[in-house]
């Protein structure tokens, strides 16, 4: 029994599997290289637990907020690996999540994570993590510094430099960014055993993540042309 995490909301593609008692983990740098890179990725952690697709039972994805086409690829590879296939379940957390879950202080508190949204906005979301459990403190929502919450334990996530300082004394906390604030796809195998961790996905045909915010070729084409890109048009990162 194979479990499959990918994290691809970011311009990180992170793949992580375990068979149960081995983790293993592979990640890839960069803008849009993750179509291109994630079947390979997965394909050499499997092939390191002895193991191929048809033995993959549980796959988990980060579903936003993030990169469109980020998003689209993990969700992609799960609904292929889910589909017409009952044994295989498929579960959900936020990318956000999964950098708290890095960063969580010793005996448990709240952490805010953080990453670029753009337009001088920041992705925000804070969890309680106390024992093997994880509640929900802010829900993950584009925000601006002066909106973020008060009263967490730790700030982490990528944060431009122009922010942090609003950050900082908004929240009272140094954000801790660069490579320890990237998302780790090993953090969604560890929040899956935790209570609240995750949450399961029922229609795999009909799930779409959560992107979080319109792309920014899709705010640009609307402030362009003063109305709403329609509803059959393609949506770009």
């Excluded at 081995?22 to 179509?35: F, I």
């Excluded at 448990?108 to 920041?122: K, N």
């Excluded at 334990?153 to 990237?182: F, I, K, N, Q, W």
């Amino acid at each position: 029994m194979i479990t499959l995490a990918l994290d691809t909301a970011t311009d990180r593609c992170g793949v992580a599997a375990t068979d149960g008692t081995r983790v293993v983990s592979r990640y890839l740098d960069g803008a849009r290289r993750h179509n291109a890179a994630i079947l390979g990725l997965a394909s050499e952690l499997l092939g390191e637990l002895g193991a191929a697709p048809r033995d993959v039972t549980r796959v988990l994805t980060a579903d936003g907020p993030g990169s469109f086409t980020g998003l689209r690829v993990s969700t992609a590879v799960a609904k292929a690996l889910a589909w017409g296939r009952p044994e295989v379940t498929w579960a959900v957390a936020p990318s956000l999540l999964s950098r708290a879950a890095a960063h969580v202080p010793e005996g448990g508190g709240v952490v805010l994570a953080l990453s670029d949204a753009l337009r001088g906005d920041l992705y925000a979301g804070a969890w309680r993590f106390s024992g093997d459990e994880v509640t929900e403190v802010q829900a993950p929502r584009a925000m601006s510094p002066d909106q973020l919450p008060q009263g967490v334990d730790c700030v982490v996530g990528s944060v431009p430099e122009a922010l942090r300082e609003a950050v900082r004394l908004r929240t009272g906390h140094e954000p801790l960014v660069g490579e320890a604030a990237l998302p780790d796809p090993v953090q969604l195998l560890r929040l899956d055993r935790l209570v609240g961790g995750t949450r399961p996905i029922e229609d795999p045909v009909a799930w779409e993540p959560e992107y979080g915010r319109p792309a920014e070729a899709q705010a640009v084409w609307e402030r362009n042309h003063g109305r709403s890109l329609p509803a059959s048009a393609d949506r770009l990162d």
